[in-house]
């Protein structure tokens, strides 16, 4: 409890510009743990819708009915089901207007590479925040470790005799500052390095389905083609 309380008075005491810092620190760290929070429900919910939808769509052979299903509730698509509505609309819009394989196939191609691009910038969002803090954060509290240490020796050429007692609270004061940044840095670069890797292997799967997706269309634009062959 004394030292508690000894560090709380100790950051009372404290210069204005250390204790500045150590409100940027503590602000950063908030905001990080706030954004860490998120990001993990996010990918979280991501990874699960991906999974379900990859279930129901390959379990199924009615890739019609799942397009019908999915435009009824259009404004609340996620991650892959974005993409597919994206692929298999311009496929079947581009159907309607030429009969032309190659042109069919790029049209639907490009537009799931657009949405799987959209979805990265979602999904990839706020990350260089938990970056910055990660990396600038320890700089940011040593700069406030130098600035108290510094008003603790200079504070030293006033006075005839120096002691540690003199030194010691300006030099503590001044140490906690970079205790903070590390407080806030540390956890910053765990998640952020932990949300990396979680973002890569979602947008790899999101990338794998639109490959696999596109070689589905292919087989139907096929198989439209030999239709119509065998009428003419």
């Not at 990874?47 to 009615?62: I, L």
């Not at 089901?81 to 309607?96: C, M, V, Y």
């Not at 949405?115 to 999904?123: F, K, L, T």
């Amino acid at each position: 409890m004394n030292s508690e309380l000894s560090i709380l008075q100790l950051i009372i005491d404290a210069s204005p510009v250390v204790q500045a810092v150590m409100v940027i620190l503590v602000i950063a760290s908030v905001m990080s743990w706030a954004l860490i929070l998120g990001k993990s429900r996010q990918l979280s919910r991501a990874k699960r819708m991906a999974e379900d939808f990859e279930q129901d769509f390959w379990g199924s052979s009615d890739i019609s009915g799942t397009y019908s299903k999915l435009t009824m509730r259009r404004g609340t698509l996620d991650g892959l089901e974005r993409i597919f509505e994206a692929g298999f609309s311009e496929f079947g819009r581009l159907r309607r207007k030429t009969s032309s394989d190659e042109i069919i196939m790029d049209g639907s191609t490009r537009a799931m590479r657009i949405a799987v691009s959209r979805e990265a910038d979602i999904v990839e969002n706020h990350l260089p925040f938990l970056a910055t803090v990660g990396s600038i954060s320890p700089y940011v509290g040593l700069f406030g470790t130098v600035w108290g240490i510094m008003n603790s020796f200079t504070a030293l050429g006033n006075v005839q005799q120096a002691t540690l007692a003199m030194v010691a609270p300006g030099i503590a004061e001044a140490l906690i500052a970079t205790a903070i940044g590390l407080f806030a840095a540390i956890p910053a670069v765990i998640f952020y390095n932990r949300f990396a890797t979680d973002v890569d292997r979602l947008l790899n799967r999101y990338e794998n389905f639109a490959e696999e997706f596109s070689t589905v269309l292919q087989r139907q634009a096929i198989r439209r083609a030999g239709q119509d062959a065998e009428i003419q």
